[in-house]
């Protein structure tokens, strides 16, 4: 028969909560991955440039589509968290900001910066 230890067992997932640097880092690497995959798009943009005005018009009206235009928006945000999460990286690379408070500070001004530069470029826009 098996013998049962009283050693606490891990938490489960439904109890636990990640900190929120663990957040932002999981954030980085999906906008990672959305920039990579935002690429598509950016060839398909500059091959109806290149086609001609047929093309370039057929491509206007697929990025004129509500949907789209959200994904483009979500494209541009994840361009700019990706950026001040990399200018972050940069002030670790010197050895900055590696404290509890800082780290946390931080994490929430790049969240901020990243929302700001986004709503100025839609403003801009």
């Known amino acids: 028969m098996a013998k049962i230890n009283n050693r606490p067992t891990s938490p489960h997932l439904q109890v636990y909560r990640l900190p929120l640097t663990g957040i932002i880092s999981i954030s980085h690497r999906l906008t990672g991955v959305m920039l990579s995959v935002g690429l598509i798009f950016f060839v398909y943009i500059v091959y109806a440039l290149a086609g001609g005005a047929a093309t370039y018009s057929a491509m206007q009206r697929f990025a004129n589509i509500g949907l789209i235009k959200l994904i483009y928006w979500g494209f541009i945000y994840a361009l700019f968290f990706h950026l001040c999460h990399g200018v972050r990286h940069l002030c670790w690379d010197i050895g900055k900001s590696f404290s509890r408070e800082t780290l946390n500070r931080y994490a929430l001004i ?11 470029t839609l403003f801009i826009y």
Do not use: A, H, R
Request: net charge negative; aromatic share 0%; no cysteine.
């Open 110 to 120: 790049e969240l901020s910066v990243s929302l700001v530069l986004t709503l100025v």
